[in-house]
């Protein structure tokens, strides 16, 4: 057996816990549980704690007494020892509380009242389980020395002081341990006549067959702990999970308290599951299940049974996991709906396991003491993926016989297992039983059984014969003898206990059965070596341990150690009293003196203490008091005795206490030198001393009745006599009336200190750079500035020569004790400026200056110019604000708008450092305005006046299609065409530039812009080529220029004359009388052509028609015309021997004159038929019409009957009978009416009598007739590139169908044509025609009646002249070949 430890150690080192005093309240005796239920074969148990009901203690029979006060032991009990366990069981408890399986032990054991003994045997190494509760009342030793059963296992194991798990799991040891509990301080060893017993609870499940092992639980139900803060040693630790199945599988020990319920960990591991919980996993709740369609997994099939009441029954079902990738899912109900995994529990447990060489799962689900109401039908259900099994099987219990004979085991066995009052002794079925007078003993005789056993092999016995109440199994069994098992090495052991006194000798002895057996003595744990003090002694058989001066480290547990059997006891040293022998004196002194308390006890070196007025008197190194002991006197000193020191002081040993009083008086008081009054400057050091007799008398300074405390500036000292107070920088605070009052007297010594000071200004704290104070203008300043002085200053303000009086309104200045403000409601621009302060007092004079700096928001910045504008941007400039605010400029916002709006949009976020900016992403040609703001650090200025309005404007594109259309001797005219693009800027004109090929020098010939598209330059030298561009202008500049791509050779070329006749003037052009003519005709020719002008044949007369010629066209100008300028003009173009004429036809029209001769044919009925002449003067026009009105001759007012006639007789019909009518006629045409009407001599009258009128017949006229072309096709002349028309105009009845033709092709679906018709006019238009259209064009008309058929000669003109030929390259020859033929193609028309 291991050595036990020392008394006041662990095995660690580490202190002991020590139990609760004597005087407590003792903890009542805790329930202790043991269940033994056998697992199933070759599969884990899952174990579950149950609160045991308390049942009748069974007194063990009364141990003899021993001579050293012991009792001697009795052969069944077991050694519960006052120690700490040994290290052995500590080593063990933290290895299996470090092992993944056992939760950790507590680090210290404590003493429990009325220690509990359980005894547990298991083949084929007992594990015994000792549970400690606190100790009694009285403070005590307990010894019960009970027999060991050969090599046991012990462990103690106290329950925790709240309801918390504690498991335990203990392997086999190849030898027995031990563990012991510490006592109680100064123990005594008593006999105990009745010990504490155990309680024990047997509860007797059906016989299974018996396992290889068997699993112990204990459960420990602790009564409620009392509230200590030291019971905190257990923490909750968590069930450990199942052993692996294995035949070496160590026994498992399980302490449960109360109201506990198996760990989430307790569980199982993934290949073999039990669920004992109230229901299914959480994880496995919230999973959705879907049905998957019908498919085998099920490979075995569970199969219904039958069962009785109490029975137990497994439902097996496989499922073969070779082409499955995870487990699969099962569920078992009962019924329909009832899911099984949330009924698990104590009678129904499912399991699952894998078998992972045949890779087959196993599902299980065992029924276990079945009762009535599990019986019916049961479904299992697999599911994996989208594939899904299921299998019904039917249950059937059948009620349990009755049996008459009533078995002594049943007497141990529980009631109601499984309910509220599981674990009572089923004594009623006993009662209900005791008709038939039945023989206690059963068939097989448990207790002889029990009594032939060893203890380890009580535990099998019970399991085996159903005996699972085996508290009261042991109670009964400890009634009945058994013969000790004697030692084989011991012949008399060591006594469970030995007693010596301090400085005594104790002898420990031993008896062996083998002399030759070689022998150890241990000491707590150590072997012990001989020495003075250690002293073996041999006397046959005997070996003797002698103890020589014990002292209190000899307190100890001892064993011997004989091969391997060992024996333990323990050694109790007890102290003598130490007894007072001489009593400490009074003693009566003053302050100051020396103080000595002399006592003497009976030994040398006891322990005692001092007190004084029951207290403990402190003895450190600072102390007052001195402790000095030499042999057996002890004397306390007091070096330096106050009055604090009067009371009662006494000494106490352990044999007694003497007492003495001390009084301590003071000495009277004497001023040896007062305090003086004194004025010191601020600043200076203030030394204060006063002189006092006795000396060494302490006393305290006051200042205006406040204690003053010793600090760094204040220094208080007292050297015997003197006391000083000295402080090293005087204060304003430190002026005051000063009292010295020595401690214990009630005089006191009284001084005035006066301090001094010079006014001050204190501008450092204001923490202002510069002592500058800025302030936002409108905001309120003020400024406190600490001022000092003693007496307090009188202040002055001033900014310039002006004093700031404190009854100011806006800026005011005030004073106070320790400071001076000045403030201004609202700071305005004008209250920059500097502020001189003015202190004065008594002492002398100060004054300083602080600066007041008013910042604001920069004035606006200048109105920006805007220097530069683009197509979308403008460059912007302007100059800072002139005010900055007080403030440096930051930056500056821009914004703009459209000068039609009132809505202004900031153009930059980013504060722009420069004082230039550029707008961007403006709509071209749209007025913009623009404003500046400037930034400070204070905030945002006013906006900036708006620029003037600006306009977007780019420059335009380059002018298209520069041509030459002149070359002279000395100039050349160019023409082009206006660029593309001109932009909202408009077109203010060109600039035309020109230099001599090979040099750059590019000269202005149109110092003014020009508008027209056509420049000449003159002033060039003859033969000389030149380059000519062109710019186009606007107000946003000059565009890209326009170069001609080759040189201009300057010579004139000879152009015949050529009259372009424009389109209008190719028909008959018709102006009204009075209306001005202004004809242009074009023509061309090189050199300037000689135009002249005929009529009729004759010259035109200059006074009635203007005529002005240019270089290319001729005007013929009539501001008033008449009809007499009517007729056809010539018009003749000569360039030398080369002539051109054309014709021009001017009619001028006015009203025509009234119809000739109108009378009245015929009247009848209300009807009167007119007929009339046409006007002799018809206006130099067509008549067009007549308008016909008539009147009443009694009123003579006209009315119009009829407009634009075109007949010459008419019928007026629907007169009014009886009335009598006058009718006139107006003629019409182009131009109007005629001024004056014809009307008729005589009147019409309408009789009132009814004439018959006959109707002529009228044969119906033919309105059809051929198609007819009233207006021919003309020959026409074109220009290439615009559009051209050929007219005409048909009559035909039915309508005719018109086609056109060019060189006698129809014209169908050409996109270059557009063919009209309306009223009988027939148009074919010529989109952009080219040479290529010229040719012949027809317009035939054609309906049932006929065809008419009309043509003319389209030429287009559309060509280059001889220069431009020059200009583009073409070979002579080819240009020859081309005026020829232009020529010819002229001749005809001529």
């Known amino acids: 057996m291991p050595e036990p430890t020392k008394k006041d150690e662990t095995p660690n080192g580490e202190k002991e816990s020590v139990a609760t005093d004597s005087s407590e309240a003792p903890m009542p005796t805790p329930e202790i549980s043991l269940e033994v239920s056998p697992p199933p074969p070759e599969q884990p148990v899952e174990t579950e704690g149950k609160d045991p009901q308390p049942i009748e203690v069974i007194k063990p029979v009364q141990p003899e007494p021993v001579e050293n006060g012991s009792k001697e032991p009795e052969p069944e009990a077991v050694v519960v020892r006052a120690k700490e366990q040994v290290e052995s069981v500590n080593s063990e408890v933290k290895e299996e509380a470090q092992s993944p399986c056992s939760p950790p032990l507590p680090a210290t054991v404590k003493e429990e009242a009325e220690p509990v003994v359980t005894e547990v045997n298991q083949p084929p190494e007992p594990v015994v389980t000792v549970v400690t509760p606190p100790p ?105 999970p199942p052993p692996p199945e294995d035949a070496n599988t160590a026994k498992k020990l399980s302490i449960e308290l109360p109201n506990d319920s198996v760990h989430v960990s307790a569980m199982g591991r993934k290949d073999s599951v039990w669920s004992l919980g109230e229901g299914q996993a959480p994880e496995d709740l919230d999973k959705p299940v879907d049905t998957p369609p019908l498919s085998s997994l099920l490979i075995e099939r569970p199969q219904g049974g039958s069962i009785t009441v109490g029975g137990d029954i497994s439902f097996v079902a496989k499922v073969e ?49 079945a009762k009535d109401n599990y019986a019916g039908n049961y479904r299992c259900e697999v599911t994996y993926k989208d594939k899904f099994d299921s299998c019904s099987f039917d249950l059937e219990v059948k009620e349990l016989e009755q049996s008459q004979s009533v078995d002594i085991r049943s007497a141990f066995k529980r009631s109601s297992e499984g309910h509220e009052d599981a674990g009572d002794l089923d ?114 058989t005997q070996r003797i341990l002698v103890i020589n001066n014990c002292g209190l480290n000899d307190d100890a547990a001892y064993s011997v150690a004989a091969g391997e059997e060992k024996c333990t006891t323990e050694l109790f040293v007890k102290e003598l009293p130490v007894k007072i022998t001489k009593e400490i004196e009074a003693v009566k002194t003053t302050v100051n003196e020396r ?115 010793s600090n760094d500036r204040i220094n208080i000292l007292q050297r015997a006599k003197n006391h000083r107070l000295e402080i090293v ?177 900031r153009l930059n976020f980013d ?170 005709i074009p023509f061309m020719g090189k050199p300037r052509p000689k135009v002249s002008w005929l009529k009729e044949g004759e010259t035109v007369d200059p006074t009635q028609v203007t005529i002005r010629n240019t270089d290319c066209d001729s005007i013929i100008f009539i501001r008033k015309a008449e009809r007499k300028h009517s007729g056809k003009y010539d018009m003749k173009v000569e360039v030398e021997n080369h002539v051109d004429t054309a014709i021009v036809d001017i ?36 008549i067009t019409g007549y308008t016909i009105q008539k009147a009443d001759k009694k009123t003579m007012e006209w009315y119009t009957c009829i407009e634009h006639y075109h007949r010459t007789c008419i019928t007026i019909t629907e007169l009014v009978v009886g009335n009598e009518y006058y009718f006139r006629i107006y003629s019409e045409n182009m131009v109007g009416l005629s001024e004056g009407a014809t009307q008729t001599k005589d009147s019409a009258l309408i009789v009132k009598e009814g004439m018959q009128l006959k109707n002529p017949e009228y044969i119906d006229h033919d309105f059809k007739e051929p198609p007819k072309f009233t207006q021919p096709l003309i020959n026409t002349f074109a220009i290439a590139g615009y559009n051209a028309t050929l007219n005409c105009s048909v009559r035909a009845n039915p309508r005719p169908k018109v086609i056109w033709m060019k060189n006698k092709i129809a014209i169908i679906d050409d996109p270059r044509y557009r063919m009209f018709s309306n009223q009988g006019v027939c148009t074919l238009e010529i989109r952009k025609p080219s040479p290529y259209d010229g040719g012949m064009y027809s317009c035939k008309a054609i309906n049932d009646l006929g065809d008419a058929l009309v043509e003319c000669k389209l030429e287009v003109k559309g060509g280059f002249t001889f220069s431009e030929l020059m200009q583009r390259g073409v070979p002579l020859h080819l240009i020859d070949k081309y005026m020829s033929e232009t020529k010819a193609v002229e001749q005809p028309e001529k």
Not at 695 to 700: A, E, L, T, Y
């Open 595 to 709: 103080i000595e308390l002399e006592c003497e006890v009976s030994e040398e070196g006891a322990q005692v203490k001092w007190c004084k007025n029951g207290v403990e008197v402190p003895t450190g190194p600072r102390s007052r008091y001195r402790v000095k002991s030499e042999g057996l006197k002890h004397w306390l000193i007091i070096d330096d005795a106050s009055k604090e020191d009067t009371g009662t002081f006494s000494l106490m040993a352990s044999g007694g206490t003497s007492e003495a009083k001390v009084q301590v008086e003071l000495k009277p008081l004497k001023i040896i030198q007062d305090l003086q009054d004194m004025t010191v400057l601020l600043g200076q050091p203030l030394k204060m001393h006063c002189e006092i007799f006795p000396g060494n008398v302490p006393g305290r300074w006051y200042r205006n009745g406040q204690l003053i405390q």
């Open 911 to 1080: 504060l722009n450092k420069e004082t230039t900016f550029e707008p961007k992403k403006m709509i071209e040609g749209v007025p913009y305005e623009v404003r500046v703001f400037a930034v400070n650090a204070i905030g945002v200025s006013k906006p900036s006046e708006p620029s003037k309005a600006f306009v977007p404007l780019a420059v335009t594109s380059e002018p298209t299609m520069l041509v030459v259309d002149d070359v002279t001797d000395t100039t050349v005219t160019m023409k082009w065409r206006p660029p593309d693009t001109i932009g909202a800027a408009g077109l203010d004109g060109y600039l035309v530039e020109y230099c001599i090929e090979g040099t750059d020098d590019w000269r202005v010939t149109n110092k003014e812009l020009t508008e027209k598209t056509k420049y000449t330059i003159t002033g060039l030298p003859p033969e000389a080529k030149i380059l000519v561009r062109v710019r186009a202008i606007n107000a946003a500049g000059a565009s890209t220029p326009r170069t001609l791509q080759h040189s201009i050779l300057v010579k004139e070329v000879i152009e015949p004359p050529k009259i372009r006749i424009p389109r209008h003037l190719k028909q008959t052009y018709t102006r009204k009388v009075g209306e001005a003519v202004n004809l242009v």
């Open 321 to 369: 996991a070779q082409d499955l990738l995870r487990k699969p899912t099962i569920k078992w109900f009962k019924g329909k709906w009832m899911d099984l995994a949330s009924k698990t529990g104590k009678h129904l447990q499912l399991k699952e396991t894998f078998d992972r060489r045949t890779k087959i799962h196993t599902f299980e689900m065992h029924i276990i003491k």
């Open 136 to 240: 009694p009342p009285p403070p005590e030793r307990v010894v019960t020395d009970v027999t060991q059963p050969p090599e046991p296992v012990v462990t103690v194991v106290t329950p925790p002081p709240h309801p918390e798990p504690v498991v335990t799991e203990v392997t086999q040891l190849p030898e027995p341990v031990v563990t012991v509990v510490t006592p109680p301080p100064q123990p005594v060893v008593t006999e105990v006549t009745q010990p504490p017993e155990p309680v024990v609870t047997l509860v007797t499940p059906p016989p299974p067959p018996p396992p290889p092992e068997p699993v112990v639980t204990v459960q420990v139900t602790p009564p409620p702990p009392p509230a200590d803060k030291d019971d905190d040693a257990t923490t909750n630790t968590p069930s450990p």
């Open 729 to 905: 920088n005087s204060t304003i605070h430190d002026a005051g009336d000063y009292t010295f009052v020595p401690e214990g007297y009630s005089q006191s010594l009284c001084a005035k200190i006066h301090i001094v000071d010079p006014p001050r200004v204190h501008l450092e704290s204001l923490n202002f750079p510069d002592n500058t104070v800025t302030i936002v203008a409108g905001n309120k300043l003020r400024v406190e500035i600490p001022i000092s002085g003693e007496p307090a200053p009188r202040v002055v303000w001033m900014k310039g020569e002006r004093v700031i009086l404190d009854s100011g309104h806006r800026v005011r200045a005030e004073t106070f004790s320790d400071h001076t403000s000045l403030t201004i409601d609202i700071a305005e621009k004008e209250d920059t400026g500097n502020y001189k302060i003015v202190l004065q007092n008594e002492a002398g004079e100060a004054g300083a200056s602080v600066k007041v700096k008013v910042v604001d928001i920069p004035d606006p910045p200048e109105v920006p110019l805007v220097t530069e504008v683009g197509g979308d941007w403008c460059s912007m400039t302007w100059e800072p604000p002139i005010y900055d605010g007080g403030s440096p400029i930051l930056g500056y916002f821009i914004e703009r708008k459209k000068k039609q709006s009132s809505r202004w949009m």
């Open 1147 to 1182: 009619q001028i029209v006015d009203l025509p004159g009234p119809p000739q001769c109108v009378k009245i044919d015929e009247v009848w009925g209300g009807n009167v038929a007119l007929d009339w002449t046409p006007p002799k003067d018809n206006g130099n026009a067509a």
């Open 427 to 540: 004594f009623s079925g006993l009662l209900k039983h005791r008709e038939p007078k039945q023989d206690e003993t059963p068939e097989v005789d448990v207790w002889e059984i029990l009594k032939s056993a060893r203890p380890d092999q009580y535990e099998k016995i019970a399991f085996e014969y159903g005996i699972t109440d085996l508290r009261g199994l042991l109670k009964r069994l400890k009634k009945t003898k058994k013969e000790e098992k004697k030692s084989e090495a011991f012949a008399k052991k060591l006594d469970p206990a030995y007693q010596a006194d301090k400085g005594g000798k104790i002898r420990l002895m031993v008896d062996l059965a083998d002399p030759t057996v070689e022998l150890k003595w241990y000491k707590n744990g150590q072997e012990i070596r001989p020495t003075p003090k250690f002293i073996f002694e041999q006397k046959g």
